[in-house]
């Protein structure tokens, strides 16, 4: 198994393009269910869970190509793809697939609108909670499916078509917002869903389908009215900038000190999450090209973070977050109101000396003048990714183990980083 070893202390300096977002990638190449026609998508990152996605819709019939070369936006790696669902060969998608990740649970609504039928295996994922899919099967209940659960598997269907209703989700869900607005794309009538997620990603989603032909209104406000249409057709869309990625750098740049140039990020699209960036210091210049960093010699603050849905501070900023807080000047605290397991990282970083106490679901961390380097593994990709940043900023070396979960989610990770001036490196086996 690869591990990624890290040689700390270097101040990161110079240019990291951002990629798309693996998290808009993932619903918008789903949506290529909903039509016949080609859909072709633009800046999708090369990652595994995209890879893995693509064998999963390969499953289904989807056929994909990637077009032409790789694109270089400044030094991106992200690349074109197309994807045609011109014949749906099966609405099944088997445990052995779905459980690698969790996102692929989602086609249920699109080959449920499409097909009148689907049979997804209950989902897998990140190891960070429960993460049940009720929410799932009662709006989709309410768009009028019926629902079986069976033998680890969601039977779903809806012989004379999906129709619109009004669906007020118990809680924010990403997932439940980009799963219903695409089944009630296709739905008879119209659907509005409120308390609907208000991410980045859904919006992004939204503009895509609206592109395929759809009538959607008020995505990224908590209700989105979604008039349904007899057929969709196929539409070119580009994939956002990756928001986590830009965050996970601009922490790094925070925590190791230097000037870099986050090209092609979008502030707008984690505004909040910079604002608490700035507070522990570092300088955020927005610039025609994307976000710079810098931070020079001033120490970094504490700053107490909850994380909250979209606009506030991203449950999947929260590791990278801590990891710059095990070196702040004083005692910050943050609470994770998102996913209930979502603190595996805490004691990793102890082992680079942090100090971190835990309570509930809340991390009481107590800044620390030095880290230092020492092997290190986590169960899910932005813990993972927490160890990488804090491994730049400790003193020796730290090896990271599993560095699959980070190839799920960085593309990548060592390149970007070590033409900043990271030692940073892969070993393979
Ligand atoms: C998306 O997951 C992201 N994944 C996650 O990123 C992200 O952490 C999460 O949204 C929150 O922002 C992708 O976009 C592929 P949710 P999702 O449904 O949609 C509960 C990463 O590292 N819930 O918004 O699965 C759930 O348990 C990943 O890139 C129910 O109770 O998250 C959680 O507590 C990890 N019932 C909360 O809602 C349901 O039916 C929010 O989860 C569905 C969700």
Request: proline residues 3%.
């Amino acid at each position: 198994m690869d591990r990624i070893r890290i040689v700390g202390g270097n101040e990161l300096t110079g240019i990291i393009p951002i990629s798309g977002a693996k998290n808009a990638a993932l619903p918008l190449m789903i949506a290529s269910l909903l039509t016949d026609d080609t859909l072709t998508l633009e800046n999708v990152p090369h990652l595994a869970d995209v890879e893995q996605l693509i064998r999963i819709l390969g499953n289904h019939g989807v056929d994909y190509s990637v077009s032409g070369r790789r694109e270089r936006q400044g030094e991106g790696y992200s690349r074109t793809i197309s994807f045609t669902a011109r014949n749906i060969v099966d609405t099944t998608a088997p445990y052995e697939l779905v459980s690698k990740m969790r996102a692929s649970f989602w086609v249920i609504g699109p080959l449920l609108a499409r097909m009148g039928v689907a049979k997804v295996s209950l989902p897998g994922g990140c190891a960070i909670g429960t993460r049940p899919v009720d929410l799932f099967i009662d709006g989709l209940q309410a768009l009028g499916a019926k629902i079986e659960v069976e033998n680890g598997y969601i039977l779903a269907s809806a012989k004379n078509r999906l129709t619109g209703n009004r669906y007020t989700f118990p809680k924010i869900s990403v997932g439940a917002t980009h799963v219903l607005m695409m089944a009630a794309t296709l739905a008879r009538g119209e659907t509005v869903l409120e308390n609907a997620a208000r991410e980045p990603e859904v919006v992004n989603l939204a503009e895509c389908l609206n592109a395929m032909g759809a009538r959607i209104t008020g995505a990224g406000t908590s209700t989105i009215t979604i008039e349904g249409v007899d057929s969709l057709s196929g539409a070119r869309h580009r994939v956002i900038p990756d928001r986590i990625e830009t965050g996970t750098y601009a922490m790094a740049v925070a925590m190791t000190g230097g000037d870099v140039l986050l090209e092609g990020a979008r502030a707008d699209l984690l505004q909040g999450a910079l604002d608490v960036i700035s507070q522990t210091g570092a300088e955020i210049i927005e610039t025609n090209s994307g976000i710079r960093v810098l931070r020079n010699g001033s120490g970094i603050s504490p700053v107490d973070v909850t994380t909250e849905p979209f606009p506030g501070f991203p449950t999947d900023l929260q590791a990278q977050f801590m990891g710059l807080m095990t070196m702040s000047k004083g005692k910050s605290k943050i609470t994770e109101t998102i996913f209930e397991n979502r603190f595996m990282h805490v004691q990793e970083l102890a082992r680079l000396g942090a100090h971190i106490t835990l309570s509930g679901q809340t991390a009481i961390v107590e800044g620390v003048s030095k880290l230092k380097g020492a092997p290190v593994m986590a169960t899910d990709l932005r813990a993972s990714v927490s160890l990488v940043i804090a491994g730049l900023a400790a003193e020796g070396e730290t090896t990271v183990n599993r560095v699959y979960h980070l190839d799920r989610g960085f593309e990548r990770l060592e390149e970007k980083l070590s033409r900043c001036g990271a030692v940073i490196e892969r070993i393979s086996g």
